[in-house]
Nanobody, 120 residues
Framework: QLQLAESGGGLVQVGGSLRLSCAAS????????TGWFRQISGKEREGVSC????????NYADSVKGRFTISRDNAKNTVYLQMDSLKPEDTATYYC?????????????RGQGTQVTVSS
């Protein structure tokens, strides 16, 4: 059974960078389109970015375009989210999840999440 585990979150200053990793176990992540989502307590989940099974079909939320880059390494069974030029409004719990297709905002199998805090 597929399991996902995020890492790479932390505290960073405005303008800084973080790289999140989503490592899969139990099955191969290459069979799934995979997205990053973020959640702020009391607010709706936001789809941040998504990448197709072969690394194509990438999309981004308008709020992160030009600052975040999603990628995947199927040999390592891992999807990444490079986050640059971070802003306080990027503060959230980030989690990765498989999706039926990029464009779907419905996470299927998801990880526990990793906290990202951007201080001003």
């Amino acid at each position: 059974q597929l399991q996902l585990a995020e890492s790479g979150g932390g505290l960073v200053q405005v303008g800084g960078s973080l790289r999140l990793s989503c490592a899969a176990s139990g099955s191969s992540l290459e069979y799934y389109a995979t997205g990053w989502f973020r959640q702020i307590s009391g607010k709706e989940r936001e789809g941040v970015s998504c990448i197709g099974r072969r690394g194509t079909g990438v999309n981004y939320a308008d709020s992160v375009k030009g600052r975040f880059t999603i990628s995947r390494d199927n040999a390592k069974n891992t999807v990444y989210l490079q986050m640059d030029s971070l802003k306080p409004e990027d503060t959230a719990t980030y989690y990765c999840a498989t999706v039926d297709f990029c464009g779907s905002n419905v996470p299927k199998t998801r990880g526990q999440g990793t906290q990202v805090t951007v201080s001003s």
